[in-house]
């Protein structure tokens, strides 16, 4: 009786202590370092919960305080003044002040660091007013300027003297100095150089709420299947990710397995520069109707997923079912070439064209990274573009290689690729002509002049319906252009532990969002009075 009169009477609360492993699939950290950590998803993970940045997500994916107390929007949208808690310390305890915002920012806008975040900073200018004030000024107003917010922020103290030419190369991309709710403690890497985890601790002298876990130690895998061994042994208490191939093959039954949308998708970017097909539309258009994207959400994502067929995604400020949809069919892709002299004229298979007298035959090298979720879709892809008669070479390449020896210098024909939109789904980084090339993030080398104008104008409209509008015809446009053939938006599927307390995600944009709440995570709970 008196056992549960004590329980009647008490309630379960969070306690600290314990700590959390999680297995990362595939790529090594980087750049721990937030304005170089945005093509890498392990950095983003962890440079989440090591660095501290003006506002943050919550877990309904609204803009909250962190760094900043409050901050004021002035000259309607053209000035913005943030207020700095005076409270912050680095996690080697020197205060954090307007200099550290100031040089952040400053650094992303120097061309030479080559910072990927560096367009959304262009045409700001971002002044020290006091030690814990600081002030940007834009020359146009851009509608997704608070979401700028939520960049790390660097100790200045420690990176102002290390050149641009170093900057990438600095001990501190791998032991970094934050200010975030956890601080780097070890990194172990293997013979061949590969790390093998990195652990941090709480930070005990966090601003806000004080973390739960004690440690948070992230072990690296080469492959899905040997995380998920490891998950099985109870070697660790969760993964950054699992495909739906390798979902059922946890047999733990203390797992839940987080189900998440978020704004991303993969498509095939076409590189017309580098392929004399691929600069005939109707042979994008061809391949666009010849692709079974349900097929390949079935097959590949069982079922956990939905086609794609715009670059903004159902839910998302401008989205809209007006515009053309290439529905799955072949005949009529076959009948497409046929009518533009794509002919297989010698019965080899394989269809061929005179272009500019030259003999053209349609033949594509499509390439994608050796994640086995993108290497089945590209065989699936092989299998129903082949039916039209053409040839596909099919490259599968390391993540680390692809990036550098083939997407920045935009070394490909076809690209099977994901674009990650974020809360706010300004695609100027992904389509404006300027962002050709590196570190742009236009991957189909995308040139339209109408298209310009349309991303330039909506990014500096601040009324939500009159952007809307921009982002709809900027929709039709590039859709007809065919410079892509959109497929799928994956779900996110993330497994933890359900000794794992605490954790809450209802809409995240990324998933280092996932950690955006780490604070409330928890293992040990307490008993109290009610």
Known sequence: MAVRSYFNRTQKIADFGGNYQEGIIGQQPRFLNP???QTNDTDRDLVRIIFSSLLKYDDQGNLVSDLAESYEIKDNGLAYEFFLRKDVKWHEKEPLTADDVVFTVKTIQNPEYKSPLKINWSGVEVEKVDDYTVRFTLKNTFAPFLHNMTVGILPKHLWAGISAQNFPLAEYNLKPVGSGPYKFK????????????????????????????????????????????????????????????????IIRRDINVYQISLPRYYGVFFNQTQSK??????????????????????????GNGLSVDSPLLPGLLGYTTETKIYDFAPEHARNILEANNWKDNDNDGLREKKIGGEEIKLEITLITTDWPELKDAANLLK????KLGAKINLETINLRMIQEDYIRPRNYQALLFGEVLEADPDPFAFWHSSQKRDPGLNLSLYDNKKVDKLLEEARQILDPETREKKYKEFQELLINDLPAVFLYSPAYLYPVDTKIKGISFKNLSLPSQRFSQIENWHIKTDRVWK
Do not use: C, H, M
């Not at 790390?195 to 130690?217: C, M």
């Not at 097909?277 to 097959?299: C, F, G, H, M």
């Open 186 to 249: 070890e990194l172990k890497k293997d013979k061949s150089g590969a790390v093998q985890f990195i652990e941090l601790e709480k930070n005990k002298n966090f601003y806000l709420k004080k973390p739960y876990i004690n440690n948070l130690i992230f072990r690296f895998y080469q492959s899905e299947a040997a995380a998920v061994q490891a998950l099985n042994k109870r070697q660790v208490d969760g993964l950054n990710f699992i495909s739906t191939a390798q979902k059922s093959k």
């Open 35 to 37: 304005i170089l950590a």
């Open 277 to 302: 097909p691929l600069s005939d539309k109707t042979v994008r258009l061809a391949l666009a109707y010849a692709t079974d994207k349900k097929e390949i959400v079935e097959r590949v994502l069982g």
């Open 383 to 386: 299998e129903q573009w082949e």
